[in-house]
């Protein structure tokens, strides 16, 4: 591997980080914001202009906190858990395409961490990886509503998992790969994107991440009316903040994930009927690209301000009885489509 | 071949770590090592498919639900029941015979002279699922019924539970 490959992907590597966690450190105010706007006030707006320095503050006061590890925890897991939390959400975004190739100096800068031929599952894995974060947190802390808040994490984890997998399943037989690259770069145009051919499949998919994400209506692990504050009822300072980064860095990443997937991630309607150059497709289609993401994001915080928190049955019920024969009837569709399509077109 | 040396290490050491700690929830915890250490290994030979997939079931699924039954159970060193002195003889003798059956295969085996390089993307998804498809349906088709029968099995068992407690 020559040096100058390993610098360029060096320097993307700490682009995407840094823009996830810029994006989640703005997401906290954006939430904010946004609950103001849906409850008619006005939302964080003393520091800076309009509360644009509100997240630094937030951080700021994150570190400067005392923190506390309780006399009964197990303190190396007490540790270990908001790491892994956070360390999950970071790399989730590796085999994400940002966007098509940028030539710098002839120089072909491919604008995606690594374009492994396993990319889906890739994803599959460090999510569901993502869950003993939560679960350490929450055994460690020695403590029955965190211990509580941690048994609801990995059951309700695991119980979505299946259906997003079998959602995941149904899309990987209309394109045919399992890499990122490949798949978003099928889906050139407005006609081609996937939502057109899975809209079922999108929709299980789209409730399982929200799952996923332990978001609003389905973030039981830490419902503050029963479980004090669930999983992280013990952490303090910025092991809390860890948690709380690494719910928004799953978001942004979740968002990223339905756009590349089922909404053609960087590919824009007519990006080659406008005449422009190949560097301004791929500036725009990275735009496009993120425009799309925010909107998935907004949509997140739409639901949080818009629905009420489901009750732990109806949790189970919902994923074991509905998501799962709805993902597996849509592989049946897909499959019968597919048959049809090639056998009579 | 020293990443190979320096992986088996990682993965023989945590794999006896699981053994050795009292702790159940370290043990759970030392075996999820173990098992990743088991990707890295697929993932020098290439089978990118396998490490991905045992990634997944593996560590995130199984592993989950060990470390899940173990927290509800709140298992820790004083609780953990004393073994009767029977079960620990019978347990090493058991555990002698294994370890001289395994010795006692691998003193037959001979290296072979001729190194064997069959396809190296044979661990790729396509080519994986091409043999498995073609060469092995057969096999294949029948694990997934065990597979099946597993499941059915623990429904089964779910559903038993739920009918005892209505009725008392």
């Known amino acids: ?292 993401i925010f909107g998935f994001i907004f949509f997140f915080m739409w639901v949080r301000w818009t629905l009420p928190r489901f009750r732990y049955d109806q949790l189970m019920g919902l994923g074991w009885k509905i998501l799962i024969p709805l993902a597996i009837a849509n592989i049946v569709l897909t499959a019968v489509v597919i048959v049809v399509k090639d056998t009579y077109f | 071949m020293s990443l190979f040396y320096f992986v088996a290490f990682v993965a023989i050491f945590f794999a006896l770590m699981t053994i050795f700690t009292k702790n159940p929830v370290h043990s759970v915890l030392y075996l999820v090592v173990t098992f990743f250490t088991l990707t890295v290994h697929y993932i020098l030979l290439n089978a990118q498919f396998l490490a991905v997939v045992n990634f997944i079931v593996y560590m995130g699924a199984i592993m989950v639900l060990f470390l899940f039954v173990l927290m509800l159970l709140n298992l820790n060193e004083d609780t953990e029941p004393m073994k009767s002195n029977l079960v620990k003889v019978m347990g090493v003798i058991a555990g002698m015979c294994l370890f001289a059956t395994l010795l006692g295969a691998l003193r037959v085996i001979e290296p072979s002279n001729e190194i064997v390089t069959g396809n190296t993307d044979i661990g790729l998804v396509k080519h994986l699922g091409n043999v498995l498809f073609n060469e092995f349906l057969l096999p294949f088709e029948i694990s997934a019924i065990l597979l099946l029968i597993a499941m059915i099995g623990a429904v089964l068992l779910a559903k038993k539970e739920v009918k005892e407690i209505k009725k008392a």
């Open chain 1, 1 to 292: 591997m020559e040096g100058a490959f390993i610098l360029e992907k060096l320097i993307l590597v700490v682009i995407v980080f840094t823009i996830s966690l810029v994006i989640a450190m703005y997401s906290t105010l954006a939430e904010r914001k946004i609950a103001g706007f849906m409850q008619d006030r006005h939302g964080p707006n003393r520091a800076g202009f309009g509360g644009i320095l509100q997240p630094l503050c937030d951080g700021g006061k994150f570190f400067f906190k005392e923190e506390i590890i309780p006399a009964g925890a197990h303190k190396p897991l007490f540790i270990l858990g908001p790491t892994l939390a956070i360390i999950t959400a970071c790399i989730s975004s590796a085999v994400i395409p940002w966007g098509q190739t940028l030539t710098i100096g002839g120089r072909e800068v491919v604008l995606q961490v690594a374009d492994i031929n396993v990319g889906v599952l890739y994803i599959f894995g460090v999510v569901a990886l993502g869950v003993y974060g939560i679960m350490l947190g929450g055994w460690a802390s020695n403590n029955k509503f965190s211990l509580m808040g941690a048994i609801r994490a990995a059951s309700q984890s695991i119980s979505y998992e299946i259906p997003m997998g079998l959602s995941i399943i149904a899309l990987l037989m209309v394109t045919g790969t399992l890499s990122m690259g490949e798949i978003v770069a099928q889906q050139s145009g407005f006609v081609n994107w996937n939502i057109w051919a899975q809209p079922l499949g999108f929709l299980i998919f789209m409730v399982c991440a929200f799952a996923e994400c332990n978001r609003v209506p389905f973030d039981l692990p830490e419902c503050e009316t029963e479980l004090i504050g669930g999983y992280h009822t013990e952490y303090s300072s910025m092991k809390l903040g860890l948690y709380m980064f690494s719910e928004y860095i799953n978001m942004f990443v979740s968002s990223a994930l339905m756009a590349a997937l089922y909404f053609g991630g960087y590919n824009f309607p007519f990006m080659y009927e406008l005449g422009l150059s190949e560097n301004w497709i791929t500036i725009i289609g990275v735009l496009v690209f993120f425009l799309k």
